[in-house]
RNA sequence: GCCGAAGUGGCGGAACGGUAGACGCGCCGGUCUCAAAAACCGGUGGGGUUAAACCCGUGUGAGUUCGAAUCUCACCUUCGGCACCA
């Protein structure tokens, strides 16, 4: 695509851009030191996938991190601002399908081809710490971490009905479906019965409630209190002893245990193990055509909320303990068989589900709490409301909030069931059917069962020479050298786990690879990532509140568990950046409406495209790409080129007191303002701001009311607080003026309160609240003075006159406000 | 359906109880030029006026307040999240 006409740069950015960036390189500018005095400070942002090409979304990631791990760095702090790449994953395997490049080849020839990229934005990267998930070197952790998890009970292998993309040919987490779609190539989702390995997150699941910690956004907090979804309940049994089965009692799960006496029906999901065998002879057949019938529906239409209720009864019943009723078994796909005991009893008078189930099968609708002027009549919706226990045996009369505990008490004293807590999140299904992830650890034995590769021959290589069929056959299970190997128990002829783990694992702790990239002996040398985590500032867009960002906190609490590091939370604070939008959408390949920096780096320079990006909007909302926006940029770092540049040779030697202290209060200002947005990422106001002070620089200097010293003082003010943002044309610019190398070993500047306050102000004059004029008067002028002046405006009179003043409202420094009548 | 965020010039946005529209884009007029671009100067919410004054204006309607874009309530719209979780 063909960037927009520009206007050009005065300076030749080119040069100066590959200038600097050569010198920071020889002069080690951003070599870290684990050794340095200074309190350290973390600041990391999410690392990219290297799908090829770096555009305009990563550039406005990467520089609003960049810009304020520098700001932190010219505060005074050791910053590691680490940078790697997110490298195993479908697409490259993908390219291998589709094109026949090797998913290796593809992905660090894109990995170079977006360093190069990367480092054209001026980035203060230290690549010797750069982490590439897709190496050995780093996956032999994730299985070291898999192999660790499973001694302590934090990985076991289950038989479970799956998510399974049929377009990605794999099985997928919970949080990888996103509304019965998958989340990376939004095909249907569809669902299989399979064995899988899956990390025991559900164990952390009320430790990760616990957000009290961290400083995250509420809305990533929300989403992650949303998913676990707490509920406390009452698993409460139905017996089934009377069916000839195994088991004797059904289990249900409710957090309405005070409506336990309004069951009259009970619902299975078509999933539940018991479903057939539960179901009568003469049933049988419409049950199991119900039940294939409901398997074949996709996760989409099992979704709908607003699609009728459907069932079919199995012929059988159980018996509420409780009463000693009789209540009919259905199945229903209403019921979802990953949730509780996928087994609820149906209350269809406090309930709207069970309702209009009860509706269509013409079942009893019992009600047992009483709203308040309950009239005995027939009811026309669910009531869900608080009330009085009716129809309850001896609970009749108490409220029903009374009840749920009264109730629940005498069922566990009769143990016809427990107080349960239950959670919507499920454990994390790590098994992936495909080639390009890291293997997992385990060989099976015919005799030993799943036996762990010991952790002397880690890591399991992933092999090279696999063959990548577009028929969905997982290479690793077609590649017979890989897959055909001894027992580490026994040593008996048996096979490779084939399947490869979840990326999201890679992702789960490469924040502590960083502190230690190139650590042999374990995932993380101890005493350096003490050092450096837990992460002060984390950054990166919105998408992974349910993925990544919960993924990690578990990651971490477990192996502080095993003893591994000494603190409970990954990312102390996290700030989430917008997206850029162009022509009206996110950018994506596909629409094809990218934007990629690399044409308006060639033509206006880094600088001016990061000043842009940061300048569209506030940093957290994005906003959208405007091909003469850029423009803006262009012209601001112009003027600043061209003021410093400027001949000061004819500016006066001295000046008004009252100049100096203006110009002081600018600078002051501007400091103070610029160092509040960036501490805040309001990179746009900031901005805003520094173009303002420009130009008010170079209105003193062709005014000639600053003398060459002050605005050299000034000038190198500016190019201090521009250099976060414009880090090479500051660099040039602080050598022009005769500064030592560099602008970014420099102190940020402070500045002084006292210098800032106006001693005169422009007062607001109004009259009922209404503005009639401005006075510029002394800012300490008391209610009174102020009073008298106001009173004597000729712009207010004419609106007091005839009127009495019935009140004055005075606010010092600022506005003074006369009510009249 | 539930929860959350947001609605401000032609556009991106600023102000978040006290001058609405900072800063920038775009546009209009001027200077320079043979001409254009760039640069520079001026203008740029609507009405009104020779010019002022003045009136209207921050999604809609009410309210609180001396004073509301900002706080409260209701509604509309948009965007996110959740959504048969028993």
């Not at 590691?80 to 080849?105: C, S, T, V, Y």
């Not at 998510?163 to 949080?175: G, I, K, M, Q």
């Not at 262009?634 to 003027?639: D, F």
Request: charged share 25%.
């Amino acid at each position: 695509m063909a960037i927009a006409k520009t206007i050009d740069t005065k300076f030749s950015h080119n040069n100066i851009e590959a200038k600097w960036r050569s010198m920071w390189e020889k002069n080690h500018t951003y070599k870290i030191s684990d050794e340095s005095k200074k309190e350290r400070w973390y600041e990391l942002t999410m690392y990219p996938y290297p799908s090829g090409d770096l555009h305009v979304g990563h550039w406005f990631a990467m520089t609003g991190a960049d810009i304020h791990a520098r700001y932190k760095r010219m505060n005074g702090y050791n910053v590691l601002h680490p940078m790697g790449f997110d490298a195993f994953g479908l697409n490259a395997e993908n390219a291998a399908i589709q094109r026949g490049i090797h998913p290796h080849k593809w992905t660090m020839d894109n990995i170079s081809r977006m360093k190069k990229q990367l480092d054209t934005l001026g980035p203060m990267y230290d690549w010797d710490r750069q982490v590439i998930t897709c190496l050995p070197e780093y996956y032999k952790w994730n299985q070291w971490f898999f192999l660790q998890f499973l001694k302590n009970d934090l990985a076991y292998k289950g038989f479970a009905p799956v998510n399974w993309c049929p377009s990605c040919v794999t099985v997928l987490a919970n949080e990888q479906v996103i509304d019965g779609i998958c989340e990376r190539c939004d095909t249907e989702v569809t669902h299989k019965d399979m064995d899988q390995w899956f990390l025991r997150i559900t164990k952390y699941a009320d430790e990760l409630l616990d957000q009290e910690s961290i400083d995250w956004p509420d809305r990533i907090k929300t989403m992650q209190t949303n998913w676990i979804g707490r509920s406390e309940g009452v698993e409460f049994e139905f017996d089934i002893s009377h069916c000839n089965l195994e088991e004797t009692k059904l289990k249900t799960f409710t957090t309405r245990i005070d409506t336990a006496f309004g069951v009259t029906f009970v619902v299975m999901a078509p999933e539940h193990p018991l479903a057939s065998s539960i179901t009568s002879k003469s049933e049988l057949e419409s049950v199991q055509n119900y039940i294939s019938k409901s398997r074949q529906s996709t996760e989409i239409e099992r979704l709908a909320t607003d699609r009728e209720k459907t069932g079919v009864f199995t012929g059988s019943y159980c018996i509420n303990q409780l009463t000693g009723e009789q209540i009919p078994i259905f199945i229903g796909d209403y019921v979802l068989a990953s949730y509780g005991t996928g087994v609820v009893m149906g209350v269809p008078a406090h309930d709207q589900r069970d309702f209009e189930f009860a509706k269509k099968y013409d079942l009893e609708i019992r009600v047992v709490i009483a709203e308040e002027n309950y009239d005995q009549t027939e009811i026309s919706e669910a009531y869900i409301g608080p009330g009085i226990q009716i129809n309850s045996g001896n609970f009749d009369g108490l409220s029903n909030m009374q009840g749920k505990i009264e109730i629940a008490n005498h069922i566990e004293k009769e143990k016809f069931g427990n107080k349960k807590v239950n959670y919507k999140m499920r454990d994390w299904l790590i098994s992936r059917q495909r080639y390009w992830g890291t293997p997992i650890p385990i060989i099976y034995c015919n005799d030993c069962g799943a036996v762990p590769v010991p952790e002397e021959d880690l890591p399991v290589i992933l092999p090279e020479d696999a063959e990548f069929l577009p028929t969905g056959e997982s290479p690793l299970a077609l590649h017979e050298e890989f897959v055909n190997v001894k027992c580490p128990d026994c040593n008996k002829p048996s096979k490779r786990e084939t399947d490869t783990m979840d990326t999201f694992v890679d992702s789960s702790w490469y924040f502590l690879r960083y502190t230690s990239p190139k650590f042999s002996e374990s995932a993380f040398d101890p005493s350096t990532a003490k050092l450096w985590n837990p992460v002060d500032q984390y950054t990166g867009g919105v998408e992974h509140a349910v993925m990544h960002l919960l993924y990690s906190r578990f990651f971490v609490k477990a192996i502080r568990d095993l003893g591994l590091i000494d603190y409970d939370e990954p990312f102390d604070r996290l700030f989430n950046q917008g997206t850029i939008i162009y022509k009206g959408h996110k950018m994506s390949k596909s629409r094809g409406n990218v934007i990629a920096p690399d044409e308006y780096v060639e033509a206006v320079g880094a600088d001016v495209v990061r000043t842009y990006l940061m300048f569209i909007g506030p940093w957290e909302q994005g906003g959208e790409w405007n091909d003469s926006g850029i423009n803006g940029a262009v012209r601001w770092l112009n003027k600043v080129w061209d003021l410093v540049h400027s001949n000061t040779s004819l500016l006066p030697n001295e000046i008004s007191e009252d100049l100096v202290n203006q110009n002081n209060r600018i600078k002051n200002q501007t400091i103070k303002k610029v160092t509040e947005d960036i501490d805040k990422f309001k990179y746009n106001t900031g901005i805003a701001s520094l173009m303002e002070f420009t130009n008010q620089l170079i209105e003193l200097n062709s005014s000639k009311k600053i003398t060459s010293d002050q605005l050299r003082d000034t000038i190198e003010t500016l190019l201090l607080l521009i250099s976060p943002i414009a880090p090479h044309i500051s660099e040039e610019l602080w050598e022009y003026i005769g500064n030592e190398f560099s602008v970014h070993q420099s102190e940020w500047p402070r500045y002084d309160e006292t210098l800032i306050d106006d001693p005169t102000v422009t007062f607001i004059v109004q009259v009922n609240g209404r503005v009639r004029d401005k006075i510029t008067l002394a800012s300490d002028i008391s209610e009174n003075e102020a009073k008298n002046v106001a009173l004597e405006s000729p712009k207010i009179k004419p609106h007091i006159s005839g009127k009495s003043l019935n009140r004055v409202i005075f606010v010092p420094g600022k506005l003074i406000n006369l009510v009249v009548s």
